[in-house]
């Protein structure tokens, strides 16, 4: 999945925080794991500024082993 989206690629392979400076700006990548209402683990990568704004996320569902992207 890191090959179609560069999002995946900064963000830690752990759950936590890792931060990069990119033209300047701070960035603050996260990977967290959730339940979803569903009841299945949620694990979303964001991307966020230094304020807290967010840039980017992306949400998947583990169902079984297999990840499926939801947004």
């Given at each position: 999945?890191?090959?179609?989206?560069?999002?995946?690629?900064?963000?830690?392979?752990?759950?936590?925080?890792?931060?990069?400076?990119?033209?300047?700006?701070?960035?603050?990548?996260?990977?967290?794991?959730?339940?979803?209402?569903?009841?299945?683990?949620?694990?979303?990568?964001?991307k966020a500024k230094e304020d807290g704004t967010v840039v980017e996320?992306?949400?998947?569902k583990i169902v079984g082993n297999e990840?499926?992207?939801?947004?």
């Amino acid at each position: 999945m890191t090959k179609s989206n560069p999002l995946l690629n900064n963000c830690p392979y752990w759950i936590g925080t890792r931060e990069r400076l990119e033209n300047g700006v701070r960035y603050i990548y996260e990977t967290s794991q959730s339940k979803n209402s569903d009841g299945y683990d949620l694990i979303t990568f964001k991307k966020a500024k230094e304020d807290g704004t967010v840039v980017e996320e992306e949400k998947y569902k583990i169902v079984g082993n297999e990840p499926q992207h939801i947004g």
